[in-house]
Each structure stands twice: as C-alpha cells, then as structure tokens.
C-alpha cells in the first residue's frame, strides 16, 4: 500500500512538472468587438424595418381606435361594431407581423452564431497551432492566469479578417 501510495505521489509530482501550454480568449469581449457580429446585426435590422415601421404604425392606429372607443361614447352600434372590427383586424395583423418578425429574428441569430462558433473555433486551432500551445481555453473558465497567454487581441484581429 505504501509503495501504492508513494508511486502516485511521484506520478502526481511528473505530471505537474509537465504543465499544460494554454492560452485564453475572453469571449464576451471578443463577441463584443466582432466586425462580423455587428455586421450582422446591421443587416437584420436592415431586412426587418419595414415591418418594424407596419408595426408601429399598427399600435399607433390600435391605440387610436382604443382611444377613440373610450372618449367617443355617442357611437351607434354599427360603428362600435365596425370600429371592433377594425381593432380586430388590425390587432391581427399586428401579431402576424411580429411572430414573422420573431422567426426571423431566431434564424438570423442561429446561424449568425454557428457561423461565428466555427469561424472562433478555426482561428482557436490556428492560434494554438502557432503558438504551439496544448489548449486554448475561454478565460472565464480560469481562475487566474498571466495576461501574457491572454490570445484575445489576436484572435479577433483573425475573426474579423475572414470574409
């Protein structure tokens, strides 16, 4: 048991002369400062304004009929009638535009983080390769490391020079 126990020791103290090359990337800060990530959002906002603009319209003129509804009590039924029916319509449309706007918003953001999680993982590889380091980790998962293994500026130098 002592030679157990002495020999683990020994392996113990071998492995942790033989420390781990790593390097780290702040991840926030990269998503951040990506060029891409920004480009991307620029251009789904682009793709969705105008039914942002119908949208707004749409609550303006249901607040309109709701306002209208509440100070105007000398309506006949036929207009109350006809002014629920427009609110109905409009009140449906309103969230027709903003379901497409939500799906579009979900497909837009899924593939703009795979494209990202793949264009981050390649220039990780290329960055651990070049480095010749073990590992490139997200800093977040260290507790404490010299800020001369810190590949952030680098990598999103890389991320931002890929098209």
Known sequence: MKKLVASLIIGLAFSAAQAADIG????????????????????????????????EQLQKDLSALQQTAQTNT??????KQKMSAEF???????????????????????????????RVKTVAEQLRQENKLDAVLNKTAVL???SKYDLTDKMLQKVNAIK
Not at 74 to 79: G, H, R, V, W, Y
Not at 94 to 111: D, F, G, I, R
Request: glycine fraction near 0%; hydrophobic fraction near 30%; charged fraction near 25%.
């Open 24 to 55: 780290v990337v702040d991840i926030e800060k990269l998503v951040q400062s990506s060029a891409y990530l920004k480009q991307q959002q620029q251009a789904f906002q682009q793709s969705v304004k105008p039914q942002t603009t119908q949208i």
């Open 144 to 146: 404490a490391i010299d």
């Open 88 to 118: 109905e319509t409009k009140a449906r449309k309103l969230e027709t535009l903003q379901q497409e706007v939500q799906s579009k918003a979900q497909t837009s953001m899924q593939a703009t983080q795979k494209t990202f999680e793949t």
């Open 74 to 79: 000398k309506l006949s039924d036929a207009e």
